[in-house]
Structures are given as structure tokens and as C-alpha cells.
């Protein structure tokens, strides 16, 4: 409510005259970590990446036309699709078919979100958030080496949100335990995929991050 804002003036605390809540879109990239894991099949032969991809398909087509968020895909190779709409990025995020067993996981995709989505946001406003899809990583750096990313997104305000896709002899390693760590320093969560879980609805993670305040009052300025 308008009493629980003060506006300070010159050191002088004035009253807001009104404040509203609106809705604002929402700058995300779709980070994809390739390796052979995510190209695991299940009984119907759907690897664990289309499964995945099918979930961030049906949720970008749920999005309301009037407010269109800002998506983009990237992976190792680079940026795939570039601050879209839904439907183009949709077409994207469908025409993305790469040979997963061919890619060794490593952090480029998460360097290239960050790019990415640090960029100029294109209405005031709007927050950013990265959903990063990664199987596990081996290597004794790793913490240390996702240390500068960690940084580099609380500096900018971006949220990261994993979904850790891999065996389920995984989830408890200290790869998952680094991943884990980046989500949480970073203001997300992680959701672990071996193919069997149930995905939780991916507007769940954006919807406290589609509204922002306008507030309005009197100035008692006298010269410009």
C-alpha cells in the first residue's frame, strides 16, 4: 500500500501519492550443457532432452501474446536464438537437434547465458534468470572454476535455475553439489532429471519475477 512507502527528497521524507503493482516480461536464456547423458532414451525412445525440451516448449506456448517475454537459446557452440519472442523461440528450441553424445559438458553455454542476458534489457524493468540444462561435470576445479560465474551473476541480478539432467547415481556427487550451490548463491533452484521425476511448472520459478512497482508522488523540487 501507498503508507508503507516514503519517498526521501533532499533529506526530506514525503508522502507517495499512489503505487501500483504492474506486470513486466521477463529476459530468460535457455542454456543447454550438452553431453551424452542428456541423450539417455526411455521405453518410447524420447531421449532426456527432448523430454525436457517439450516442457520449455509447452510452457513458452503458455505465455500471454500482450506480454511477451525476451528468450533466447544458447549452447557450447554459441547462441542458437537471440532475444525472441515465444513463438520464434519455440520454432528454435524445436529445430535444436545436436549430436549429444559427440559434446563434452563444460561451462561455455553458462559463460554465453550470461552474455547473453546481461545485455540491455528491452523495457524497463524486465529482471533476468538463466534455466541451465547440464549433466553432471567431472573435474576437482569445478567449484572454483563456477566461482567467477556465481559472482558475476549476483553482480548483475541473475537468477539461475538448474535442471541437473543425468542418472539418478548421480544427484548426490559433488558435481550436483556445485550446481546446487550456483542455484541457491544465485537467487534459483535445482531440479534433478533422470527420467523418471515428475518437471515442476518452469512458470513457478518466473512468475515472482514478472512484477515491479510504479509509484507516483509530489515533488517539492523548485528548480530543475
Known amino acids: 500500500k501507498p503508507e508503507a512507502v516514503t519517498v526521501i527528497e533532499n533529506g526530506v521524507p514525503l508522502p507517495v501519492d499512489s503505487l501500483n503493482e504492474i506486470a513486466v516480461p521477463l529476459q530468460l536464456v535457455v542454456a543447454v550443457n550438452q553431453g551424452t547423458p542428456l541423450d539417455a532414451r526411455d521405453a518410447n525412445g524420447l531421449s532426456r532432452f527432448q523430454r525436457v525440451s517439450q516442457v520449455i516448449a509447452q510452457w513458452a506456448q503458455s505465455r500471454p501474446p500482450d506480454l511477451p517475454d525476451d528468450l533466447s537459446l544458447v549452447s557450447q557452440a554459441g547462441p542458437v536464438i537471440n532475444h525472441a519472442a515465444p513463438a520464434d523461440f519455440i520454432v528454435g528450441l524445436n529445430g535444436f537437434q545436436p549430436d549429444m553424445r559427440a559434446a563434452t559438458p563444460n561451462l561455455q553455454s553458462l559463460a554465453t547465458a550470461i552474455d547473453t542476458v546481461s545485455a540491455q534489457t528491452p523495457r524497463l524493468g524486465m529482471k533476468r534468470a538463466i534455466l541451465l540444462i547440464t549433466p553432471q561435470m567431472e573435474g576437482a576445479d569445478l567449484a572454483a572454476s563456477i566461482e567467477p560465474y556465481i559472482q558475476r551473476a549476483v553482480e548483475n541480478k541473475i537468477r539461475i535455475f538448474i535442471w541437473y539432467v543425468d542418472a539418478n547415481t548421480t ?37 515472482g519475477l514478472r512484477r515491479v512497482y510504479s509509484l507516483t508522488y509530489t515533488s517539492h523540487a523548485a528548480v530543475s
Open 171 to 207: 544427484f548426490t556427487n559433488t558435481s550436483a553439489a556445485v550446481f546446487n550451490n550456483l542455484a541457491i548463491q544465485t537467487g534459483g533452484t535445482m531440479f534433478q532429471y533422470s527420467g523418471e521425476e515428475r518437471f515442476p511448472d518452469p512458470e513457478v520459478y518466473f512468475s
